[in-house]
């Protein structure tokens, strides 16, 4: 299910800290004991700094990445989490860019492709599945792991899916499962199903997806369309219509490095970005920096042609 009607209110750093239980300004504080058990590894980039984990953004989002740079420092809010079995903290990484709250997330260790590790725990796991005759016999091939974002242009995804997993504008304190405006992290990525279900338009323009974009139908009825956004304008402008809004997909089987562009729900006109590096760096620009009204990707979008 995908979310509307996010809050109009900017939270800041000063509602993040009164919301969180503990609160870190430098690595060097941090209780070893809170991130025990803890499954994001938040830690490494704030012991690194701004200038290591957006020393790629810099390089392939200039705009993004410059004013990422000259926002405030990072820091980390950790909430106190009533478990199953047992007390524990949910940590996540912060910093106030234009007086708003910039959540940056991250994955756990060894699951960040800039981790040193990473190739080789996604080697293990392939080997893995390559042995699981059952589910071969099930899905007719032998399966891969899941790499979402190599299904992105390059300088996409090395500036916001390398040394972090996507960013994210807060519209609670809590964080929520609902990511906000800028590139969503990896495991957000939404099917296109999902998204027409949402506008009561499935019925009707989800088999033209499926004519389009064969490759990318669902394998088994638990599964979803590998045809996926990764950012989502709701929620940065009022628009007159439930459709009005910009979504940038991806396929991410059968993948071919292109952005498709869709606005206002708009799937006979589907458009590709001409230049997509170029339009999410200044798409992103433009809500870091809070401009009002809505952002144009249309100078970047020629029509699909299949």
């Known amino acids: 299910m995908l979310c509307r009607g996010l809050s109009d209110d900017i939270i800041t750093l000063k509602n993040i800290k009164e919301y969180n239980d503990l609160w870190y300004s430098s690595a060097q504080e941090v209780d070893p004991a809170v991130l ?37 420092e990072l820091g980390l809010g950790c909430k106190l989490h009533d478990g199953t079995h047992s007390l524990s903290y949910i940590c996540h990484l912060f910093q106030e860019v234009q007086g708003q709250v910039i959540e940056i997330p991250r994955n756990f260790k060894g699951g960040n492709p800039s981790d040193p590790d990473y190739q080789d725990r996604i080697d293990r796991v392939n080997a893995k599945l390559a042995k699981n005759t059952e589910l071969f016999k099930e899905r007719g091939r032998i399966l891969t792991a899941e790499e979402r974002h190599l299904s992105l242009p390059e300088p996409i995804r090395l500036a916001y899916y390398h040394r972090f997993n996507g960013l994210n504008i807060p519209n609670h304190p809590a964080i929520g499962i609902c990511p906000h405006i800028l590139p969503y992290p990896t495991n957000s990525w939404y099917p296109i199903e999902d998204l027409l279900g949402d506008l009561r338009l499935k019925k009707k323009y989800l088999p033209l997806i499926d004519e389009m974009f064969p490759d990318t139908m669902p394998e088994a009825k638990d599964l979803g369309y590998e045809f996926r956004a990764f950012l989502n304008s709701w929620g940065s402008f009022i628009g007159k219509k439930r459709t009005d809004g910009d979504q940038l997909f991806v396929k991410t089987e059968g993948r071919d490095g292109l952005v498709y562009y869709l606005r206002d729900a708009d799937v006979p006109n589907l458009m590709v970005l001409t230049d997509p590096a170029e339009a999410v760096d200044q798409y992103c620009e433009f809500h870091l920096l809070r401009k009002e009204g809505r952002f144009d990707f249309r100078p970047w979008a020629i029509p699909y042609t299949g």
């Open 36 to 72: 025990e058990g803890h499954w994001r590894d938040v830690l490494t980039p704030f012991g690194k700094g701004k200038e290591w984990l957006y020393e790629l953004t810099l390089q392939h989002q200039p705009r993004t990445g410059r004013i990422l740079m000259n926002g405030g």
